[in-house]
């Protein structure tokens, strides 16, 4: 196909100290992998730094400049000892840069659940963009973003540990279920030591969520308890053979029956009864 014309000069390449190179305050990666910067400083050292890096100035003025795109590439460089990189000096809109940055980014599939959610909750709020138009230009759809975006009302010590113990998006989204850091942070412990995948990660929780129903208590259970309490029922009356105005009751408070035994503070026998006898079995 022939040219109409001289090409045009979209962007411009310039080399750039990496010193007056700032990170891109909208970038959602949080952790960098120490081993794959040190396989890309190599792949760099051995064939050079194939796609710059993209900057704009600074809008404040100064001979500063913001990253937009490429941070593994710079960290690369650095760890190189590169001085200074090749750099796209990108024009545009600030609400511009932060889409370039996290689209980047999500592009790679390597960000954690945690910092994409961050990432587009940054992008709404700085762009003003309504969370359909975020979808859009992410291509993303709807209902992904939106469990995405719920994934920051989990505690951010919930959070990390989710991280540390290698708990995946779906586990995060079913602690949601739980109120309290505190009872997602139990219920992330038990399936992190119990080794519970997805699916029964949500079975779990789904039993700690669901309202305890009411009813009569199997008969078993009444058995059992009647058994226990015999020993402490039968000490109870030998205790009113002596005379004392011994007073016992069971009560139910939660998941616990209480045994109530109450002794009067004054416990002498009553009178005309007398001391209680030691009756022993002759052989």
Partial sequence: MKLLGRPKTLNQVISLPIERILPSPHQPRRDFDLGELDTLAKSIAQNGLLSPVTVRRDPQG????????????????????????????WEGEESSAAVLTLIENLHRQDLNCFEEAEGIYALMKESGLSQQKICAMLAKPQPTVANKLRLLKLDPKVRQYLLD???????????????????????????????????????????????????????????????????????????????????????????????????????????????????????
């Fill in 62 to 89: 100064g001979d500063r400049y913001y990253l937009v795109a490429g941070e593994r590439r710079l960290l690369a460089c650095r760890r190189l000892g590169y001085t200074e990189v090749p750099a796209i000096l």
């Fill in 165 to 283: 113990q290698g708990l995946g998006e779906r586990t995060a989204r079913t602690l949601l279920a739980l109120s309290g850091a505190d009872r997602q942070m139990r219920a992330a412990r038990y399936i992190a030591e119990h080794r519970l995948n997805a699916r029964q990660a949500e079975a779990y929780v789904a039993s700690l969520a669901a309202p305890r129903k009411a009813g009569p208590r199997p008969m078993g259970y009444l058995r059992d308890l009647r058994i226990l309490f015999s020993p402490v029922d039968r000490a109870v009356e030998e205790i009113k053979r002596c005379g004392v105005a011994v007073q016992a009751q069971t009560s139910e408070e939660g998941d616990f029956v209480c045994y109530t035994i109450r002794v009067p503070k004054t416990s002498a026998p009553r009178r005309g009864q007398g001391a209680c006898r030691r009756e022993t079995a002759s052989a």
